[in-house]
């Protein structure tokens, strides 16, 4: 056994002399960032069907997500991809991952504050300081918005309520 020193990647960025005007960027983004929240409440009628794309929020590509939190009423039937599209204005909103956060996630029976950022297997536990371009899988960071989404992968039979409730730090 060994007696180590280990830092984080904002400590060892802010304590590399090689480097300071990256270990500003590091050190805010996954350090002392801004926390941004934002919600999103849609109504969910009783046969809205497999592949219907609700729309709670927008998040922009270099923010790194701190958690992505879903509640819902009972939609008895219903399940849904929690993931990223194109704005409307962009690619026509295409999807870019329908299930980055959250996979067929069930909307059936009532759900309280369950989050689902790391549900889908895509961002895990060593991945928790990227931003969302670098999850993308992206070389640089694209300056976009992305809108979170949830995709039905179930259809509803029963009329309810979903949110989605994000955490974000801007780094600015």
Known sequence: ???VNKGSAAITARDSAA???VSQLASTKVATG???ESIGVIAVANGDSIASVLRFFTINSGWRVSSVVLACTAITGGAADIGLYDLP???AGAVVDADFFGSAVDLAAAQ???NVLRESGLITVEKLEWPVWRLLGLATDPGVQYDVCATLTAGATAA???ALKGHFVDGN
Do not use: D, L, Q, S
Request: proline share 6%.
């Open 1 to 3: 056994m060994a007696v």
């Open 19 to 21: 480097a300071p005007g």
């Open 34 to 36: 801004r926390v941004k």
């Open 89 to 91: 204005t962009r690619n």
């Open 112 to 114: 309280e504050i369950t």
């Open 160 to 162: 309810g309520f979903v």
